[in-house]
């Protein structure tokens, strides 16, 4: 299986800041890695396709970057309702693997 | 606008079988070129893909699940189900379904989960 690692795993920050995630794979995997944002109580939210792809309708303060084995995930400027927590997850192959999380607190 | 709704037992007693069925509305299983998901998620943990299917019945599962999983479509109804065997209080969790969009560009397969349902919490306890 291929291993997600996420980094932090929690951080606080205030609006307006930028903020920047990232998630490592144990093996190469391209650029087959998506982002998602989950708030609590609700099912996850694409944001990031194919490492950098905005999905439709996300504004574009979040950003993807990398390829191989290192990929961020960038909020430019943070606004209150990106308060939630955001999961990387590799679709190079099966079984598909998500990392562990990163709790962002504002 | 495609949507997914989950639905089953919340509860499911130790050593029995979890089922659970997705009903997909604004869009036709058979008639989409997509697999179909399930992804489960402990309380407070994270995601853990549980397995997909295509419309023709094609299936691939979670090694670390497969002996106890079995995912089938019924296109009739429009719905794809889950069912997990001989369940234990590890397999508490909220069950998502999700559809699992593909694409390939030059000859690199891209996927993710978009859709996803709003999720339903399986409790397993006696």
């Known amino acids: 299986d291929i291993q997600m690692t996420q980094s932090p795993s929690s951080l606080s920050a205030s609006v307006g800041d930028r903020v920047t995630i990232t998630c490592r794979a144990s093996?190469?995997?391209?650029?087959?890695l998506n982002w998602y944002q989950q708030k609590p109580g609700k099912a996850p939210k694409l944001l990031i396709y194919?490492?950098?792809s905005l999905q439709s309708g996300v504004p574009s303060r979040f950003s993807g970057s990398g390829s191989g084995t290192d990929f961020t995930l960038t909020i430019s400027t943070l606004h209150p309702e990106d308060s939630a927590s955001y999961y990387c997850?590799?679709?190079?192959?099966?079984?598909?693997?998500f990392g562990q999380g990163t709790k962002l607190e504002i | 606008q495609l949507q997914l709704q989950e639905s089953g037992p919340g509860l499911v007693k130790p050593s029995e079988t979890l089922s659970l069925t997705c009903t997909v509305s604004?869009?036709?299983?058979?008639?989409?070129?997509?697999?179909w998901g399930w992804i489960r998620q402990p309380p407070g943990k994270g995601l853990e893909w549980i397995g997909n299917?295509?419309?023709?019945?094609?299936?691939h599962y979670n090694p670390s699940l497969k002996s106890r999983v079995t995912i089938s479509v019924d296109t009739s109804k429009n719905q794809f189900s889950l069912k997990m065997s001989s369940v234990t209080a590890a397999d508490t969790a909220v069950y998502y379904c999700?559809?699992?969009?593909?694409?390939?560009?030059?000859?690199?397969?891209?996927?993710?989960?978009?859709?996803w349902g709003q999720g339903t919490l399986v409790t397993v306890s006696s």
């Open positions: 999700a559809r699992d969009f593909a694409t390939t560009v030059t000859t690199l397969r891209y996927k993710w989960f978009d859709p």
């Open positions: 604004g869009a036709s299983i058979s008639s989409s070129s997509y697999y």
């Open positions: 299917i295509f419309y023709s019945g094609s299936t």
């Open positions: 093996q190469s995997i391209s650029r087959t």
């Open positions: 194919a490492a950098s």
């Open positions: 997850h590799q679709s190079y192959s099966t079984p598909y693997t």
